[in-house]
């Protein structure tokens, strides 16, 4: 049995990655993710790996794409306004069906926003987030040992099926320490004939891109990728649900909203209120299949969220509509308190009971 | 203009696609030349730009990749980093790689990054039908400077070589014309020479060939290349201007 070990969320992050096979990381300095970097930083150099401190986001993440292109395991790390500045390698990523993983510990927006945790990142990540006609797989964490297990996990199904994978994480999950259960190192070779590796005079060349000058060529290409998309929708949904099975109430809530969730959904059973949550784990593909059903039986849904209100529109939508869903929130930075979302409860659960 | 003898074996049978006269073509076959002559075929990527250039993953026969705007330092960064023993080169042209890859360019050079830069001054934006570069001469007429480049409110053109030659990062760089014979064979020179170095792990080395775009200059093919050496040319000096290891920087 592996043994357990505190660490950072951020640092759970970067030493799973490497356990994964990666052996390249590219980064620009910003808060707050920098954990991310300095962990690489140090372990790098020592295993034989690369690290790079880019001279911008844009940079990082073409040099990203350089590496991907090869077929080797690559990542990114920065927080909101990098991930914005990535957005045009992470289409070009899409675009050229390359595995990678980027990672964005959120902090609020827009603009320079502020430094605090925050989700109001989600549409940017579920919607795409650069141009053009393509989604990433997105995983939201909601415990150090969640970063660390999704990050081996997101570099699996990167590579399966040539899509580009994002973690969604906050600054509180990143900072935060906790017990964790490291992966095992595994020993990855790429074996990934599309790769640029060199000819070696035996092969036809092959070409990383994303360019197709004649309309039908680049529809059938659209189509063949969304082809992959459909297969990633009907397989890898994950998600949490709990004390869903005489739930009334169902909150919606991810990531670090999610922990704020539970402590309220306990207090409001102790006052008798049936309320359970779900979870989604995977943003992208959203976890349709359990609000569709959950919409049957219960009569309200709350959307926690450390935003405006993005994923409520996923709520929205794969309950159909069919029952009331409210926003609870708090943005900017701020996080909702258990308070808040347990009086949203109350409120949903009509007041009384 | 270069002899035609026998296509390089660096290069697919695709038709170019290049307008008539376009320089671009020669520029291709002395690349292709280099990689040939260097026996390299089998291990380089290069890296196409967006530009008039951005097909040229279909002609060269090596593995190719094809980088964002202004993005292909960055992108060779990454291949080389993770593939040190194979070649790595770039193809940029002017707008790719000093207007909107500027940072990309500079850094790469700065870190020494051991790739070759093929980098295209044509003095315009080529493949978008002709707008002002930020090599574009004073007073050049192109679509976005219509009344000539007024440099009192667009400013000056970059003189790329020179500015990277003040770093002290990079191993070797030398501007290049292929506008007439004895031209062609000292860019072929200079562009083996950044292939080479970057076999022997010398690091960062860059090519700037002056290259002409008659479609939109305006002009005939021939009158393109006397534009070359009556303007170009004077504005952008020909030579070496940086090589570290020869230990010496002259122009
Ligand atoms: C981000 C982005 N901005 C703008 C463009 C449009 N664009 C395509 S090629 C080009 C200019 C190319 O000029 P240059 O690099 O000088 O090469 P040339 O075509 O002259 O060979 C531009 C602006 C683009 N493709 N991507
Ligand atoms: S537009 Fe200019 S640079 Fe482009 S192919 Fe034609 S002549 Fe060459």
Known sequence: MAEKVLMKGNEAIAEAAIRAGCMHYFGYPITPQTEIAAYMAKRMPKIGGVFLQAESEIAAINMVYGVAGTGLRVMTSSSSPGVSLKGEGISYLAGSDLPALIVNVQRGGPGLGGIQPSQSDYFQATRGGGHGDYHLIVMAPASVQEMADMTAKCFDLSDKYRVPAMILADGTLGQMMEPVVLPEPTDYKPNKPWAVTGTECKRKHNIINSLYLKPEQLEQTNFERYERYKAIEENEPLWEEFMMEDAEVCVAAFGIAARVSKNAIMAARAEGIKVGMIRPITLWPFPKKPFKAAADKCKAFISVELSMGQMIEDVQLATECKRPVTLCNRTGGMIPSPEEVLEAIKKAAGGNK | ?251
């Open chain 2, 1 to 251: 203009m270069a002899v035609v003898f026998q296509k390089p074996k660096s290069l697919t049978d695709a038709p170019l696609h290049y307008c008539p006269g376009c320089t671009h073509g020669i520029i291709h076959r002395l690349v292709a030349e280099a990689i040939d002559e260097l026996q390299i075929e089998g291990k380089t990527i290069g890296v196409a730009p967006v530009g008039c250039a951005v097909m040229a993953y279909d002609y060269f026969a090596c593995d190719m990749v094809e980088a964002a705007h202004g993005r292909a330092p960055a992108v060779a960064t990454g291949l080389k980093r993770a593939l040190p023993e194979n070649i790595i080169f770039t193809y940029q042209g002017d707008g790719d790689l000093a207007s909107i890859g500027m940072a990309e360019t500079v850094h790469a050079a700065t870190r020494n990054e051991n790739i070759t830069v093929i980098f295209v001054n044509n003095a315009i934006y080529g493949m978008t039908g002709g707008q002002m570069a930020p090599t574009s001469l004073p007073g050049q007429v192109t679509q976005t400077s219509p009344y000539g480049r007024d440099t009192a409110t667009v400013g000056f053109p970059i003189r790329v070589s020179e500015m990277l030659a003040t770093l002290d990062g990079p191993e070797f760089i030398q501007r290049v014309a292929v506008n007439n014979v004895k031209n062609v064979n000292a860019a072929k020179k200079a562009i083996k020479k950044a292939f080479q170095n970057q076999i022997e792990g010398k690091g960062f080395s860059l090519i700037e060939v002056v290259s002409s775009c008659p479609t939109n200059w305006g002009m005939t093919p021939k009158k393109a290349l006397e534009w070359v050496e009556e303007k170009m040319i004077p504005y952008y000096p020909l030579g070496v201007y940086k090589d570290r290891s020869a230990n010496k920087e002259e122009k």
